[in-house]
């Protein structure tokens, strides 16, 4: 698999909770995916993802009006994605050094 994060991936995450019966779930991924389209769009590449990228993103979002419960709820989201690469070899530990500023927010 590809260490870019691609829509396609998060498309795939989506249909899975979706077949779980796991709809609000899949509206969260489905917003978030939004998100992170209009921030980044076209490609996020996992190697990418530090904390000034973080950081960066979390402003977007405040700058966009969104309510810090709803900021968390995105990279809350992310983390979730990032574990799910790690666990699949997408990525490696090492990059979870930086999915600890998800929890500052």
Do not use: C
Request: glycine residues 4%; aromatic residues 8%.
């Amino acid at each position: 698999m590809s260490r870019k994060i691609r829509v396609t991936y998060k498309r795939a995450r989506m249909e899975a909770l979706r077949k779980a019966q796991q709809v609000g779930n899949m509206l969260i991924y489905d917003n978030v995916l939004k998100g992170l389209e209009r921030f980044a769009w076209p490609r996020i590449r996992f190697e990418s993802i530090a904390v000034s990228w973080l950081e960066k993103y979390a402003l977007f979002l405040r700058k966009e009006g969104k309510a810090q419960t709803t900021i968390a709820i995105h990279l809350r989201t992310l983390r979730a994605i990032l574990n799910i690469a790690k666990q699949q070899g997408v990525i490696r530990e090492e990059r979870e050094k930086n999915a600890e500023i998800l929890t500052k927010f």
